[in-house]
């Protein structure tokens, strides 16, 4: 199975006013340690569908999606602002007030390549 359909899930589940990290997703899609997947997933996904893009964070809370497009930061930001997200002083979302609680899927049995190669 694609990786692709989990981590869409994930964030098509954080609620308005809310944030989650590239790490933090790919926790809750069961594929812990694969921030960077998150963050390809993102960059290749369609535009103007109903993903919320914008609900999705850097470490710390950075806004990082500037790097590959930078109107797309202050995008970011106005979405974020109209929801209630708060920023700190240094420009990042507050993450001890909007972090979102995303329940971690636990990677199935048999679903590493270690447990394949002994069948």
Known sequence: MTPIAPILAVIRRIPRGMVATYGDIAEAAG???RARLVGHVLRESPG???LPWHRVVGAGGRLSVGAYAPHAALTQ???LEREGVRFTRGGNVDLARHRARLKTKTPS???SHAS???R
Request: aromatic share 0%; hydrophobic share 25%; proline share 7%.
């Open 109 to 111: 049995k048999g679903a």
């Open 116 to 118: 394949r190669a002994h």
């Open 48 to 50: 103007g569908g109903t």
């Open 77 to 79: 930001r106005m979405r």
């Open 31 to 33: 594929l812990p340690g």
